[in-house]
C-alpha cells in the first residue's frame, strides 16, 4: 500500500506510519521478515537509512525526511509537517537486532567500484 495522499493532516501521517508498522508484524522476527520479504534494506547505526525508514519512506512520498530511533520516529513532510510517532516496542527489538549484526540480509550492500 502507498499512500500519495501529500495533503494529509498531521494526524493521520501518524495513523498512516502507525499502520504501515502494525503490518510488519507484533514480533521483531515478524518485522524482519516482512522487510526482507519485501526487498527493504538499511544502514545499521543511521536513523535516516535504516530499514524501518526506509520501508516507511517507499510507503509514504509524501515523506521529505524521516529518522527511525528505538523509541520514535521523526517524520517532516514536503508540506513542511513535522511530527512524532511512537513505534510499538517490537520495532525498537528490531532496531537492536539490526545494529548488532543480527540480520545482516537486511544490511544495504554498497556498490561495487568500477
Known amino acids: 500500500m502507498i499512500i500519495f495522499a501529500a495533503e494529509l493532516h498531521r494526524d ?3 495513523d498512516v506510519i502507525a499502520n504501515l508498522i502494525a503490518e510488519l508484524g507484533d514480533t521483531a522476527d515478524a518485522i524482519a521478515y ?3 520479504e519485501a526487498g527493504i534494506t538499511g544502514q ?4 535516516e537509512c535504516c530499514p524501518i525508514a526506509n520501508y516507511l519512506r517507499r510507503h ?4 521529505d ?23 510499538p516496542e517490537q520495532v525498537a527489538e528490531f ?3 539490526f545494529d548488532q ?9 554498497p556498490e561495487g567500484t568500477r
Request: glycine share 4%; charged share 20%; aromatic share 2%.
Open 101 to 109: 549484526l543480527r540480520l545482516p540480509h537486511l544490511i544495504t550492500r
Open 12 to 14: 493521520e501521517i501518524a
Open 44 to 47: 545499521r547505526a543511521d536513523a
Open 65 to 87: 525526511s524521516i529518522a527511525a530511533y528505538g523509541d520514535a520516529i521523526e517524520v517532516n513532510t514536503h508540506a513542511g509537517q513535522s511530527l512524532n510517532v511512537r513505534p
Open 34 to 36: 516482512r522487510l526482507t
Open 60 to 63: 509514504v512520498p509524501c515523506i
Open 95 to 97: 532496531m537492536t537486532m
